[in-house]
């Protein structure tokens, strides 16, 4: 990973959720003074932008539409032109990009663009996504909007707002909601005193601390799902050295899911990026966010992370050695949409010569993962 590379923080959530509320207490954090702030807005009217007291002119407003359809072209062109008014000296160097989307919004078109466009993805690294709920509604709103659930399901922080106003009761329920549609993401009080400071961005591939992927931060996360059994399904029969955990996210069905894979031994380095470009061109729509380390046949000791959003990926970055007092196994971690977890495993599975011991087509499969069921082009 490159160390010029400018984390991007994506901070989203339905509306009236407090997006605006909590930008204006990050903008007074005094390491947010180095930062440039994306502000996105629906309808003709921009209105939002004079809520944001700005503490320096690296401020961009957005209009006209929302990030993820008419002005996602035009999100692209703003980050072209922050960095070129880097390299000209016309603005100074950046220490992090927020983009705020509006409540409308499905965050994964405007992780695409921060991650899939060449030029984009040379200067910038997603860090991560904050979604911000609010406590009174955000029960109500996740069951009837379909972009205030996918919001939630692809974050990697959760802000609770609006607790003052809600009683202990809906705060309970909408807690428990908002785990078993996100098991892993953290979920932080909004009304806190520390809610509005920057550290709070600092959420996934990038720590500007150490330059390089957060791993630690996955391997934690993993622990924590292996915790959390009252969400957590035990695939046992999948192998001794071959572990899953999934959570079931939709009351309706296992539409959206989060699950991940631990694998024992290293992979050899083709074969896992045989197992990325079929499952992303595949099934890419369906992969609505997948962060990896792993340990490769040619340099165990120095581990490759991969960090997905549908079809679009980082570029692999190898880390210079594990994290101290990690055990050193693959791990991948997935959420997924209308996309079987058996399917993901099967596809791993071939690929890496662990599909499960019970498959009477075990043998074929191996030979041929063009073969497993579900697969199609």
């Known amino acids: 990973m490159s160390q010029s590379r400018i984390p991007v923080s994506i901070l989203t959530g339905f509306l009236g959720a407090g997006k605006s509320t909590l930008l204006n207490r990050l903008l007074?954090?005094?390491?947010?003074?180095?930062?440039?702030?994306?502000i996105n807005e629906f309808g003709e009217v921009g209105i939002d932008h004079l809520l944001v007291e700005a503490s320096n002119d690296a401020v961009v407003e957005l209009s006209d539409g929302c990030l993820c359809c008419t002005v996602r072209g035009e999100l692209v062109d703003t980050l072209a032109e922050l960095i070129d008014g880097m390299q000209t000296g016309k603005i100074k160097p950046l220490s992090?990009?927020?983009?705020?989307?509006?409540?409308?919004?499905?965050?994964?078109?405007?992780?695409?663009?921060?991650?899939?466009?060449?030029?984009?993805?040379?200067?910038?690294?997603?860090?991560?996504?904050?979604?911000?709920?609010?406590?009174?509604?955000?029960?109500?709103?996740?069951?009837?909007?379909?972009?205030?659930?996918?919001?939630?399901?692809v974050a990697d922080r959760l802000i609770l707002t609006k607790k003052t106003l809600a009683d202990e009761a809906t705060i309970s329920a909408l807690t428990q909601r908002l785990r078993s549609l996100n098991p892993r993401a953290p979920?932080?009080?909004?009304?806190?005193?520390?809610?509005?400071?920057?550290?709070?961005?600092?959420?996934?591939?990038?720590?500007?601390?150490?330059?390089?992927?957060?791993?630690?931060?996955?391997?934690?996360?993993e622990m924590a799902a292996d915790a959390d059994h009252h969400h957590g399904h035990d695939h046992g029969h999948h192998g001794h050295d071959h572990h899953h955990h999934a959570h079931d996210v939709n009351r309706h069905g296992a539409s959206i899911r989060s699950?991940?894979?631990?694998?024992?031994?290293p992979i050899d380095p083709m074969a896992i990026n045989m197992f990325i470009d079929l499952l992303r061109s595949t099934h890419g729509e369906k992969l609505?966010?997948?962060?990896?380390?792993?340990?490769?046949?040619?340099?165990?000791?120095?581990?490759?992370?991969?960090?997905?959003?549908?079809?679009?990926?980082h570029p692999p970055v190898r880390l210079p050695a594990w994290p101290e007092g990690s055990d050193r196994k693959t791990r991948l971690v997935l959420i997924t949409k209308d996309l079987s977890e058996s399917y993901v495993r099967d596809l791993f599975g071939a690929f890496t010569g662990k599909l499960a011991i019970d498959r009477p087509d075990r043998a074929a499969m191996m030979d041929n993962p063009l073969s497993i069921p579900g697969l199609k082009f």
């Open 28 to 38: 007074k954090d005094p390491e947010m003074k180095d930062a440039a702030v994306i």
């Open 96 to 153: 992090r990009v927020v983009i705020e989307t509006t409540g409308l919004a499905d965050p994964a078109p405007v992780m695409q663009s921060v991650m899939g466009h060449p030029a984009v993805a040379q200067h910038f690294d997603l860090d991560g996504v904050v979604t911000v709920v609010d406590a009174v509604n955000g029960f109500s709103t996740i069951d009837a909007y379909p972009e205030a659930y996918k919001q939630v399901a």
């Open 187 to 221: 979920i932080t009080d909004g009304d806190a005193a520390d809610a509005g400071s920057a550290a709070m961005l600092v959420n996934g591939l990038y720590d500007p601390a150490s330059k390089i992927a957060d791993v630690d931060r996955w391997l934690k996360d």
């Open 259 to 265: 699950y991940s894979i631990v694998h024992d031994e």
């Open 288 to 313: 609505l966010r997948m962060k990896a380390i792993v340990a490769l046949t040619d340099r165990p000791d120095k581990p490759l992370v991969l960090h997905g959003v549908q079809s679009i990926f």
